[in-house]
C-alpha cells in the first residue's frame, strides 16, 4: 500500500474429493502409526513424522520408509486441468507433486520461467525455492496444490502475483476434503507457522 500498490486478492477455495485409498491410509497411519505392505513400509512413530505423512497423503503422494516415493492419488491434479482454463501459476510442496503435474499437464507446462512468459504454458513451480525473484504476473490465476508449514514463505509467494498494473488477483487453494489442508490454510495465511501442536490439537477434535 505505501508503495501506490492498489490490488485486490480474491481467494478461493477447492475442495476436492480424494480417492478412497487416500482416506484410508491417512485413518489407519493415525491409528495404528505404520503401515506395512507387499513392498512398502510407511512409518509414524513420532508426532512429526505423522504430521508430515499426514500431509504428504493429503495430496496424494508419500515417502515411504525406504526413502522411495510414490504418487497414489491424482485427484489435485485432475481438478486443475478439469477445471481451470487460462494461463496458469501451479505451486507445489512435495517434489513428487511437481512429477504428478508433469504427468498430468504434459507438454502443456513449464518449470522454466522464461519459457512461461514467452510461450501460452503453463508454470509449475515449488512454493520455497521459488518464493523470491520470480516474475509470474502474465499469469491469470495463481494455483496451489499444496503449501508448506511456514507462513513467512507462503506470504512470499502470494505476493509474487502482486504487481501495480494488476488490479485483481485471484488464488486458488485446491484443498483435500476432509484432509488437514484447510487448517493448515487458516494458519499460515495470517504468517503464522502451523506447528506439532496444532497438528495434534487438530486429531484430538
Request: net charge positive.
Amino acid at each position: 500500500e505505501d508503495a501506490g500498490f492498489q490490488n485486490v486478492i480474491k481467494k478461493h477455495l477447492h475442495f476436492v474429493e480424494m480417492k478412497p485409498v487416500t482416506y484410508s491410509l491417512i485413518k489407519k497411519l493415525e491409528k495404528d502409526r505404520v503401515i506395512i505392505g507387499k513392498n512398502e513400509t510407511i512409518i509414524a512413530d513420532s508426532p512429526v513424522k505423522l504430521m508430515s505423512k499426514n500431509h504428504q497423503l493429503g495430496s496424494g503422494t508419500i515417502i515411504f520408509d525406504s526413502g522411495n516415493v510414490g504418487i497414489i492419488d491424482y485427484s489435485k491434479a485432475d481438478f486443475i486441468r478439469d477445471n481451470f482454463k487460462g494461463k496458469l501459476a501451479i505451486f507445489y510442496y512435495f517434489k513428487e507433486e511437481l512429477k504428478m503435474l508433469l504427468d498430468t499437464f504434459r507438454e502443456l507446462c513449464t518449470t522454466d520461467i522464461n519459457e512461461f512468459n514467452s510461450t501460452d504454458k503453463h508454470f509449475v513451480g515449488q512454493q520455497y525455492s521459488n518464493s523470491m525473484g520470480v516474475n509470474l504476473s502474465k499469469a491469470d490465476k495463481l494455483i496451489y496444490i499444496n503449501f508448506g508449514f511456514s507462513g513467512t514463505n507462503f506470504i512470499q509467494s502470494v505476493d509474487r502475483l502482486t504487481t501495480k498494473e494488476r488490479k485483481e488477483t485471484d488464488i486458488h487453494f485446491i484443498l483435500g476434503k476432509n484432509t488437514i489442508d484447510y487448517k493448515i490454510l487458516k494458519v499460515i495465511e495470517q504468517k503464522k507457522n502451523f506447528t506439532i501442536k496444532m497438528y495434534q490439537k487438530c486429531l484430538n477434535q
